[in-house]
């Protein structure tokens, strides 16, 4: 894991995550796939209809994008209401074109930050 992963993984899972998950913003709601007991990770993204756009920061070494991978079927909190769906992952997609669609403050920090981009697609019911 580089230095930079290693930096930011601590950050977030310390003091990120737990602030943002009280605040309200987007969270993401996977199902642990070690666990299988509910995961709640903040995230930023774009609503558009009935699909939820969002970029990881660290692909497929996040473990909310690992939980995704085992299972799917996701909820998101968005505007304080709960939705149900469906994450896609999208390797093909251009992280960095798609982030110039979504939030400027979160898309500068996902750059910054970032070390492994990766484009989710959540098809909302």
């Known amino acids: 894991m580089s230095l930079k992963r290693q930096v930011v993984h601590r950050v977030q899972r310390f003091l990120v995550n737990p602030v943002g998950r ?36 660290h692909g497929e070494h996040s473990d909310y994008v690992r939980n995704i991978q ?13 939705r149900s769906g469906t994450a896609h992952l999208l390797p093909d997609d251009d992280p960095l074109q798609r982030l110039g669609n979504l939030p400027a403050l979160n ?8 070390s492994d981009l990766l484009t989710i697609r959540v098809d909302l019911d």
């Open 22 to 57: 009280k605040m309200p913003g987007v969270i993401l709601e996977t199902t642990g796939r070690k666990s299988g007991r509910p995961r709640r990770t903040a995230v930023g993204g774009r609503a558009v209809n009935d699909t939820f756009w969002m970029v990881s920061e």
């Open 70 to 82: 085992a299972n799917p079927a996701v909820r998101l909190r968005i505007n304080g209401r709960w």
């Open 107 to 114: 898309s500068a920090i996902v750059r910054l930050m970032g």
